[in-house]
């Protein structure tokens, strides 16, 4: 036998797919379309949702600990406790303050200490008013120390003109905020914050974040400046920090909420929407692949059933030469198994072309890849296993049915 | 191989009961060459049927090789037919997706679990025994009838077996191989004493057996 070195049930197996062959050809090739769609439609999803959450987390940080928010406590009449009747019927918000974060320089070495936290950065933020001619815009100018700060956005990506590089009266501004003023780098803007302090500052570079409101709004300087004139001497009003796992964020914000007492928000909290749409899309392919798993496994039943009747006199002679019910079993239990696998292989190979046609079709006006999609291993290799698998679940039932053949029926056909 | 009081029944307990078998008494020696005669429809493939152990009797007992096997479940059953009984069908019934040679080595196969080369080379004997060595190696689909029923018999001895089931093994083929098909089943049952049951309508062949005995309506007339 050309397969010389396989038990019985291998050799018999392959012998009647290949006696088959025409049987064999359509349902591998119905397995691999099946699992083609599965393994491309995984890569994509991934690939989407890789880019969405990389798109969202290039201009922000992962976790975001915040100045405290200033409340009003009702007036209670004085009890030996202290928690008399409440005695202001109406309790009127206070208005928030641009306040410090207390001890941030204590809670940015506590944060940097933690497990899974990459960076930490201090921030002093607040709205100014540009004046620039006759033309006055409204701001938000973020004081940040470059060398940390630019390890959770990178600033220099984003830059269209100029650069990075901070000086105490340098200031980046967005291509929109720009271009409405009609200014450009080494031009000269002129700055007053709520709290009436005022100074010069020079455009060292002008930049794109992507998102036309972020670009008329934000605005970037060293800390000590964005201090000065928010009035916020050695304060900051958030530490942003970055996280190892994206997905670990919410996590490591309550942990740092419960270790500095500070108030940290992450960025899945933040994005709620935004996450739902990702859980939504990631319910909608587990629903595509099962339902495509399961028409994948009701092929190859089918295919095995017709099989067991086309085999039947076969059957019914290997019984009568001693052949086992576990021997006929596992004859049907592997044609299951391999045609899955068989199909699976060949799908593997049409997810990689479709993923490799993507890559080369499917781009963006200036010629860039729309987002990227990766061949990962793990993807084909959990495609084989469970094809391989539902290969020999489908074949379960037409097996047994086999294995329980009457040899005399059998051999009559 | 005995049977004793051996009966067979189909569609027992309903109302479609049909006894086909009613109390087989019959006893083979080692080395018996024996004709199994009888009209169609009178149970002689039935009967082989249950001394093959592919089938169970309804009543009575039934002994291959000095065992007592109405009590066997299915893998005892399958174990002593797989080492102790040969089948040669009328349509031969071989595997049309394996060699001749393949087709001989599939009851060791079946024994051992897997192939090995001396499992080949008692094969190719065998195959050469009946003749066919220039054919081992074609598809036995691609043979014509009488090689495909030489091919059986060497698949049907292919264990030693002590007792060879012979079910109109002639009964598709022409004269001419006819006799070379039953000379072939004399041959090895004069030399290594293995027990005959031949199925035949043929009065010439049956004649030239040890004994015959005749099945008529279910019963054992002569």
């Known amino acids: 036998m ?52 990389r798109r969202v987390l290039s201009t922000q940080s992962h976790i975001q600990l915040l100045q405290p928010q200033q409340v009003t406590r009702p007036l209670r009449s004085a009890g030996r406790s202290g928690t ?53 815009k409204a701001v938000n100018i973020t004081g940040i120390e470059p060398e940390s700060y630019y390890r959770i956005v990178n600033l220099d990506e984003k830059l269209l003109r100029g650069v990075s590089r901070l000086a105490a009266s340098d200031v ?38 992507g998102n036309r409101g972020s670009n008329r709004r934000d605005t970037f300087t060293t800390l000590h400046t964005a201090q000065s004139l928010l009035d916020m001497p050695g304060g900051v009003s958030t530490l942003e920090v970055t996280v190892q796992d994206i997905y670990a964020a919410e996590t490591i914000a309550q942990q740092i909420a419960v270790l500095t007492g500070v108030e940290a928000d992450s960025w899945i909290k933040n994005s709620a929407q935004f996450f739902a749409a990702v859980s939504a899309q990631t319910t909608a392919n587990t629903a595509i692949r099962f339902f495509v798993g399961l028409s994948v496994a009701f092929g190859i039943a089918s295919v095995l059933v017709v099989s067991v009747v086309q085999k039947s006199r076969e059957i019914g002679i290997l019984r009568a030469m001693g052949i086992s019910q576990g021997q006929i079993l596992r004859v049907f239990l592997l044609q299951g198994g391999l045609l899955g696998l068989g199909g699976a292989v060949a799908g593997c190979g049409v997810g990689a072309l479709a993923i490799f046609l993507w890559k080369r079709l499917a781009l963006n006006a200036d010629g860039t890849v729309m987002f ?27 097996a047994l049915r086999a294995a329980r053949m009457d040899p005399v029926v059998a051999i009559r056909g | 191989m005995r049977l004793r009081g051996v009966k067979k029944a189909f569609n027992p307990g309903t109302p479609l009961e049909t006894e086909v078998l009613h109390g087989i008494d019959l006893t083979l020696r080692r080395g018996d060459f024996c004709a199994v005669m009888g009209p169609s ?33 299915d893998r005892a059953l399958t174990r002593l037919r797989g080492h102790n009984i040969g089948f040669v069908f ?8 394996f060699t001749a040679v393949e087709n001989v080595m599939i009851p060791k196969l079946g024994a051992r679990g897997f192939p090995s080369a ?42 030693n077996p002590a007792l060879v089931l012979a079910d109109e093994p002639t009964g598709n083929l022409d004269t001419k191989s006819a006799d070379a098909v039953f000379d072939l089943l004399r041959d090895f049952n004069r030399r290594q004493g293995t027990t005959v049951l031949f199925v035949t309508h043929n009065p010439a062949l049956a004649a030239r057996c040890d004994k015959t005995i005749e099945v008529v309506d279910g019963r054992i007339t002569g």
């Open chain 1, 172 to 209: 980046m501004i967005g291509s929109e905020l720009a271009a409405d003023l009609g200014v450009d780098v080494g031009d000269k803007l002129h700055v007053t914050s709520a709290a009436g302090r005022s100074s010069v500052l020079t455009i060292s570079g002008v930049f794109d974040l």
């Open chain 1, 84 to 136: 008399g009747p409440v005695e202001g019927a109406i309790v009127q918000p206070p208005l928030q303050q641009n306040k410090s974060i207390d001890q941030w320089q204590a809670v940015v070495q506590q944060v940097r200490a933690m497990a899974g936290v990459r960076v930490v950065s201090p921030v002093a933020n607040g709205p100014l008013l540009v004046v620039r001619g006759s033309s006055t």
């Open chain 2, 118 to 159: 001396q499992m080949r080379q008692e094969a190719q004997a065998l195959i050469e025994s009946v003749g066919l060595k220039p054919w081992g190696n074609n598809l036995a689909g691609n043979l014509s009838g009488g090689q495909q029923q030489r091919v059986a018999i060497a698949r049907a001895l292919a264990m």
């Open chain 2, 90 to 97: 009328q349509y031969h019934h071989l595997l049309t997706a």
């Open chain 2, 41 to 73: 429809g009178s149970g002689k493939s039935t009967l082989l049927n249950l001394i093959g152990l592919l089938d169970r009797p309804s009543a009575g007992t039934l002994e291959v090789c000095g065992e007592e096997t109405t009590a066997l479940d």
């Open chain 1, 372 to 398: 990227p999609l990766e061949m990962e291993a793990p993807l084909f290799v959990s495609a084989l296993v469970l094809a391989g698998l539902t290969g020999l679940v489908a074949a379960f039932a037409p």
């Open chain 1, 2 to 53: 050309g397969t010389a070195w396989l038990p019985l049930e291998w050799i018999v197996s392959l012998r009647f797919l290949r006696e088959g062959r025409l049987q064999t050809v359509f349902i591998i090739t119905g397995v691999a379309i099946g699992v083609g769609v599965i393994v491309f439609m995984s890569a994509l999803l991934s690939g989407m949702q890789a880019n969405f959450i």
